[in-house]
Every structure is written in structure tokens, then in C-alpha cells.
């Protein structure tokens, strides 16, 4: 009896022991869960055949080609205090490579006024830089440095297929802190653009990727890797997700020119007007669609050789002076005078030597003229 009584007992324990162990509901690492941790409170990601998605690969195999290439620029200009005396200033921008002999791509405004500029290329090395020719009318500049090697060089795309919504990504130094890249998507095309410098900027591609102070002239890229644009400004002070960049192509013609010239030209063309239309064109026995009316034609200009007429009187329209009797040019290229800045658009794709058409309305009979422009000196 003695012997049965633990024999008994034991085999309760045991049934017991595996009645809990072999439960559906009942897991062990539940009553014991201290004996199953591996040791750690965090869990590791599951393992998988790239760390990055393909926007994020993209992204990375654009920045690895396109950073050497893009360069940081240093300018000093002198500038005059309250008691007339010079002071040197330096401002930061960006450029990137066009030729591997050296040669760079940046924004007019970023070397403008320098006494000296200075490339510091991606791997810290830094060279003077010399200033080939600047299209002010498009904010571009076309400098060199001699590196003594081959620089590695981005290749240019074509601005004119760009679509909104596409992917674009931008590469400078904003604050000096060099290769920063930034994305984003074209925002809007053929913007217009007010520079502090009272110039208009046509046809410029908005885009919402980043870029602040010491991006101007940097790259913009497509997905391909291709340059775009090129970074000129942005809206407002700071970041605020609007930003401009010129259109690629422009800077295309830029560079074509400079490659069958040797220089790049500004062209002239020797007049000065205005755009009036609706009433003040028909009290003027003008056409009410209205047109620019020639104000002044320099004397031995283009325009005067081409025999534009400038005005006969001058009268007085509300507070403002007014010359009549010159022509008023209605057509530029063909196309209809809409504004002020009709021709503006023209000449910015014009260079010194080319042809520009001209229809003007002189006496009510419209004449077609043809000017050769002319070509003003570069100044740097």
C-alpha cells in the first residue's frame, strides 16, 4: 500500500505534464517565455534580394555618375560701402561638366561682376576659371579650368519632350555643402520668371525637388540621368517647393554657337518701343490689335539699316510722353505681336548676324523688313 500511494501520484504528475504540454492553446514559450528569447527586444527586417527599392537604385545610380561631374563655384566680387571704399564679397554656386577638356555650364548670375572664380571639382581639388561667353538674356555662362586630365561630363537631354509629373532630380551645393542631391517632379513648363535684375526669364521649367542658395547652376536630370535644366531660381526666400531651372536646350544653342564661333554673341538689334492697343491704338488711327510702336531707332543700328522708321511728333497721353508716326510692328518671325515681350522672345534665340523678320504697319499698309542683327561686345 505504501509503494502504490507514490506510483499513483507519479503517474498524476505526469499525466498532468503532458496533458499541458500537448494542448492546442497551450505553448511553452507562453509559460516560459524567457527560455525561448532570442535576447533582443527589436526584430530585424527579412532578409531580401536588394536593400532598395528601383525608384531608390535609380536614384542612387544617378547621384554616383552625375556627382562627379557636377562642380562647386566660388566668386568675388568687390562691392562699395557708405564710405565709398571696396570691399571683397564671395558667393557660391554650382556648374557641371559639358567637355572633358574642362569646360562648364552654369548660371550668368552665379559668375557676373567676378574678379575671380574658383572650381572645386568632387574629389576637393580646386582651379581658376576663366569665362568663355554668358547669354545674360538666358541667365546661362560657359567657363573652363585646366584640370590637366580628362573630367568626366554629363550628357545633355531634351527639354522640349519634358511632360509635368515626370521625375526629375537636382544636384549642387545649396549653402556650400557640396553634392547634395534633392528629387522631385516637373511641376509646370513654360513659366515666366522676374529676376531681381528686372530681367524676364521665358519658358522656364518649375519643379518641386529642393533647391536653395548655391544650387544656381547646378543640373537638373531625368531618370535617365540626362541633364534637363538647369537650376536658376527659386520662388520666394528659402525652399518652399517651387523652383526654376532653364530649359536645357536653350543652353544647347548657347554651346553650338561657341563650338562654330569661338564666342558667343548678343545680339542687337537698335530700337526702342512700346505696346499699346485697343483704344489708345485707335485714337491713334492704328490698328486696335495693337502693336509695338517704335519709340527711337538708333542712328547706324541694324534697324536703321534696314530702313525702320522711327517717330515724326510727340504727344502728350495722360502723364506720359508719346512718339507717333513711326511704324509699329505687328508681326515678329510670322507671329503676331501679343505684348511687350513678343520680341524679347525672339531676340533671346537670335545671335548677332542672324535674320529676324519683321511686319510693320506704316501709313495702314503692312510691309515685311528683314534686319541683320548686330553683335554686342561681351562683357565679364
Given at each position: 500500500?505504501?509503494?502504490?500511494?507514490?506510483?499513483?501520484?507519479?503517474?498524476?504528475?505526469?499525466?498532468?505534464?503532458?496533458?499541458?504540454?500537448?494542448?492546442?492553446?497551450?505553448?511553452?514559450?507562453?509559460?516560459?517565455?524567457?527560455?525561448?528569447?532570442?535576447?533582443?527586444?527589436?526584430?530585424?527586417?527579412?532578409?531580401?534580394?536588394?536593400?532598395?527599392?528601383?525608384?531608390?537604385?535609380?536614384?542612387?545610380?544617378?547621384?554616383?555618375?552625375?556627382?562627379?561631374?557636377?562642380?562647386?563655384?566660388?566668386?568675388?566680387?568687390?562691392?562699395?560701402?557708405?564710405?565709398?571704399?571696396?570691399?571683397?564679397?564671395?558667393?557660391?554656386?554650382?556648374?557641371?561638366?559639358?567637355?572633358?577638356?574642362?569646360?562648364?555650364?552654369?548660371?550668368?548670375?552665379?559668375?557676373?561682376?567676378?574678379?575671380?572664380?574658383?572650381?572645386?571639382?568632387?574629389?576637393?581639388?580646386?582651379?581658376?576659371?576663366?569665362?568663355?561667353?554668358?547669354?545674360?538674356?538666358?541667365?546661362?555662362?560657359?567657363?573652363?579650368?585646366?584640370?590637366?586630365?580628362?573630367?568626366?561630363?554629363?550628357?545633355?537631354?531634351?527639354?522640349?519632350?519634358?511632360?509635368?509629373?515626370?521625375?526629375?532630380?537636382?544636384?549642387?551645393n545649396p549653402f556650400g555643402l557640396e553634392?547634395?542631391?534633392?528629387?522631385?517632379?516637373?511641376?509646370?513648363?513654360?513659366?515666366?520668371?522676374?529676376?531681381?535684375?528686372?530681367?524676364?526669364?521665358?519658358?522656364?521649367?518649375?519643379?518641386?525637388?529642393?533647391?536653395?542658395?548655391?544650387?544656381?547652376?547646378?543640373?537638373?536630370?531625368?531618370?535617365?540621368?540626362?541633364?534637363?535644366?538647369?537650376?536658376?531660381?527659386?520662388?520666394?526666400?528659402?525652399?518652399?517647393?517651387?523652383?526654376?531651372?532653364?530649359?536645357?536646350?536653350?543652353?544647347?544653342?548657347?554651346?553650338?554657337?561657341?563650338?562654330?564661333?569661338?564666342?558667343?554673341?548678343?545680339?542687337?538689334?537698335?530700337?526702342?518701343?512700346?505696346?499699346?492697343?485697343?483704344?489708345?491704338?485707335?485714337?491713334?488711327?492704328?490698328?486696335?490689335?495693337?502693336?509695338l510702336l517704335i519709340q527711337r531707332v538708333?542712328?547706324?543700328?541694324?534697324?536703321?539699316?534696314?530702313?525702320?522708321?522711327?517717330?515724326?511728333?510727340?504727344?502728350?497721353?495722360?502723364?506720359?510722353?508719346?512718339?507717333?508716326?513711326?511704324?509699329?510692328?505687328?508681326?515678329?518671325?510670322?507671329?503676331?505681336?501679343?505684348?511687350?515681350?513678343?520680341?524679347?522672345r525672339v531676340m533671346k534665340r537670335k545671335?548677332?548676324?542672324?535674320?529676324?523678320?519683321?511686319?510693320?504697319?506704316?501709313?495702314?499698309?503692312?510691309?515685311?523688313?528683314?534686319?541683320?542683327?548686330?553683335?554686342?561686345?561681351?562683357?565679364?
Amino acid at each position: 500500500m505504501k509503494l502504490i500511494r507514490p506510483l499513483i501520484l507519479a503517474a498524476f504528475l505526469v499525466a498532468c505534464f503532458l496533458a499541458i504540454t500537448s494542448a492546442g492553446h497551450w505553448k511553452l514559450t507562453q509559460i516560459l517565455p524567457q527560455l525561448s528569447s532570442s535576447g533582443h527586444i527589436w526584430e530585424a527586417p527579412a532578409s531580401a534580394a536588394s536593400p532598395y527599392s528601383s525608384d531608390e537604385q535609380n536614384n542612387i545610380d544617378i547621384y554616383k555618375s552625375a556627382r562627379e561631374a557636377t562642380v562647386n563655384i566660388t566668386s568675388r566680387v568687390y562691392r562699395q560701402d557708405w564710405f565709398f571704399q571696396l570691399y571683397p564679397e564671395e558667393g557660391t554656386g554650382s556648374g557641371f561638366i559639358v567637355n572633358s577638356d574642362g569646360t562648364i555650364l552654369t548660371n550668368n548670375h552665379v559668375v557676373r561682376g567676378s574678379s575671380r572664380l574658383k572650381v572645386k571639382l568632387s574629389d576637393m581639388k580646386s582651379y581658376p576659371a576663366k569665362v568663355l561667353g554668358t547669354d545674360a538674356g538666358n541667365d546661362l555662362a560657359l567657363i573652363r579650368i585646366d584640370a590637366g586630365r580628362k573630367l568626366p561630363t554629363l550628357r545633355l537631354g531634351d527639354s522640349d519632350s519634358l511632360v509635368v509629373g515626370q521625375k526629375v532630380l537636382a544636384i549642387g551645393n545649396p549653402f556650400g555643402l557640396e553634392g547634395t542631391l534633392t528629387t522631385g517632379i516637373v511641376s509646370s513648363l513654360n513659366r515666366s520668371l522676374q529676376t531681381e535684375e528686372s530681367r524676364k526669364l521665358e519658358g522656364m521649367i518649375q519643379t518641386d525637388a529642393a533647391i536653395n542658395p548655391g544650387n544656381s547652376g547646378g543640373p537638373l536630370l531625368d531618370s535617365h540621368g540626362s541633364v534637363i535644366g538647369i537650376n536658376t531660381a527659386i520662388y520666394g526666400q528659402g525652399n518652399i517647393g517651387i523652383g526654376f531651372a532653364m530649359p536645357v536646350n536653350r543652353a544647347k544653342e548657347m554651346l553650338d554657337e561657341y563650338q562654330a564661333r569661338g564666342h558667343i554673341s548678343q545680339p542687337t538689334l537698335g530700337i526702342t518701343t512700346v505696346w499699346i492697343s485697343g483704344d489708345l491704338a485707335e485714337a491713334l488711327d492704328l490698328p486696335t490689335k495693337g502693336g509695338l510702336l517704335i519709340q527711337r531707332v538708333e542712328r547706324g543700328s541694324p534697324a536703321d539699316e534696314a530702313g525702320l522708321r522711327g517717330p515724326r511728333q510727340v504727344v502728350v497721353v495722360g502723364n506720359y510722353q508719346l512718339g507717333v508716326g513711326g511704324d509699329l510692328i505687328v508681326e515678329v518671325e510670322g507671329q503676331p505681336v501679343e505684348g511687350n515681350d513678343s520680341l524679347v522672345r525672339v531676340m533671346k534665340r537670335k545671335h548677332g548676324g542672324d535674320i529676324l523678320t519683321l511686319t510693320v504697319n506704316r501709313g495702314g499698309r503692312k510691309e515685311k523688313l528683314q534686319v541683320r542683327l548686330g553683335e554686342a561686345p561681351q562683357q565679364f
